[in-house]
Each structure stands twice: as C-alpha cells, then as structure tokens.
C-alpha cells in the first residue's frame, strides 16, 4: 500500500509498505483522508516516538471506510495515518458527523478528544470546579487560536457557556478568532498576554501549547481554584514555577497526552467526545475549519504549513 514514511534525514517520502494486519478486537479502515498535527512534525524530526506497539508511521487521526461494513467513519489513532490502509481498534472508531464532509471528518477527531479530555474530563468545563458556584461564567483561555486545537477549542468553549479569552500571532487573527466565538483576543507578538488576562480578572481554566515559557505567567493568571492544563511544549520542556502562587490559589497544573493512553482509556474519551461534539458539529456550533487539502505525496508540504504558522485550523492529506 501506499504510505509515506520518514527517511534517516528526517525526510518524508512515499513508499509501498506491508497493509496492516488486524491484531483481535481491531478493524481496518481504508483511509480517506488523513489530518496534520504538530505531533507529526515531532515524530518527523526524532523527537516524539510512537508508544510500544504501534505503528511506525505518522498520522494520528483520519477519515475513511471500514472494510468490514463500508461505513463511513473517523479513527484516533496511535500512528499509521499517513497510509491507504490503517489497523484501529474497533472503539476508536466513531461515525462521521452528518454534515461534515469525509476531507473536514479527516480533521476532527484527535483535536475534539483532545479538548475534550481536557477542558471537561480535567478541566471541569461546564461543571465540575463550577457546580460550587452556580451562575457563574466560567472564563477559560486558549493559547493559539487560530491552529487546529486552537479554532475547535474556541468553539467548544463557547458552546458550553464559557467566556473565552485567546492568543494569536497577527493582527489579522485577531478577527478570525472573534468569528470563531472569542469575547477576547490578543497578537502575543505585540501584547503583555498575562497583563491583559489579569485586567480581565484572570482564567478558570488555561489551555496551553506553549509549555515552559508560558508556565509561570499561566500560573500568575489562574484565579482561585483554577487549572492550567499543558498539552504542548512549543516553548519549552521547562520553566519558572511559583509553588506559593499555586498553591494560595489551591490551584492545579496538569500536564496530559492523548496519543500513549490505553486503548479503553481512549474509548472512554471518545464516548464522552460523541456525547458532547456530535450534536454540536451537526447543528452547527462548531465548524471545522481547513486552512489545506494536499494529496498525500505532498505531506512535506503541509508539514511546512504548520511549521510556518499562521494558518487556521486544519491541514489534511487526501489519500483516495
């Protein structure tokens, strides 16, 4: 089948591999089309391996058919994406949104299982932290609006009842984020982002991709009970943390990955993400955006979209 793998100089490249073999309670998915993320470039350059046991390849989510039923369906997966055929375990599988086309389904799922676990399974969006305070608003901020998990997050958030505060890298963003359902919006190039967080009372729940250099002003803006969930490191591995700040605003840090959980771990995710995604997807809460559709011989190139910035949303391989 036709893949694209990565060369020793960290290279991708099309190639014929071996289709995967099934292992028990798995299914294959003849791949659609295929969805781009930051981990993909990370996995390129040699620095985030796949977990023991999965496939080699990229891609961690993507549309396509199952073999086995002809049903249109989207797949999170631990790798192996980026090829005409993956092997998946039956429970992350879900059917496609209806009004979503197979290209836009391609990009849904690892980014809504990933808001999803966070904000409302760790974050305590729309209940949890806030059954304690009824009426109240919760306020939560999203670090780079307008990338993949960015653009679906603002949405969700709002969905919720969530008054949503977010970064961008331009100007320009700033209106694409407010189309998009942000209260607040700010260029992190020209702005003191903590600043304007804190003239604007501060965040219940932070929701970042930067990681180390962002870690103590997160912290500086998280009002009481407060959490600060950590899904990326595009600033770092390490950073300044206050522990008196933290914890005189009995507040937590927690630092998560969707890719390396168990396979009913994530199908536990994936049921709540059902429940809560689908309805909004179908009446048209939220939309997944697209920035690019490029055939899968052409993954170096979007892999040069993400790296370059500035796009909204989505970056999907067409395979069939």
Known sequence: MRAVTVTADHRLTASDVPEPIPAPGEVLV??????????????????????????????????????????????????????????????????????????????????AATVVSNLVIEGGL??????????????????GGTGGIGAFAIQFAR????????????????????????????????????????????????????????????????????????????????????LGALMARRARIIATTLRSRGVEDKARILRRTHELVWPMIEDGSIVVPVQQVLPLEEAERAHAVLRDGGHLGKVILEVR
């Open 159 to 242: 969905s919720c009842g969530a008054r949503v505060l977010t970064t961008v890298g331009s100007d320009e963003a700033i209106a694409t984020a407010a189309r998009l359902g942000a209260d607040r919006t700010w260029n992190r190039r020209t702005t003191d982002i903590f600043d304007a967080v804190l003239a604007e009372g501060g965040a219940d729940i932070v929701l970042d991709v930067v990681g180390g250099s962002a870690l103590a002003g997160n912290v500086r803006v998280l009002r009481e009970f407060g959490r600060l969930l950590v899904i990326g490191t595009l600033g770092g591995t390490t950073g300044d943390l206050d």
């Open 30 to 111: 003849d791949v659609i089309a295929a969805g781009v993320n930051r981990a993909d470039l990370a996995q390129a350059a040699g620095s985030y391996p796949p977990p023991p046991g999965a496939s080699p390849l990229l891609g961690l989510e993507v549309s396509g058919r199952r073999r086995d039923t002809g049903e249109e369906v989207v797949a999170l997966l631990a790798g192996g994406g980026y090829a005409e055929t993956v092997a998946v375990p039956e429970a992350h599988l879900l059917p496609v949104p209806r009004g979503l086309s197979s290209i836009e389904a391609a990009g849904l799922v690892e980014v």
């Open 126 to 143: 729309p209940a949890g932290a806030y059954e304690a305070m009824p009426g109240t608003r919760p306020t939560v901020l999203i670090h």
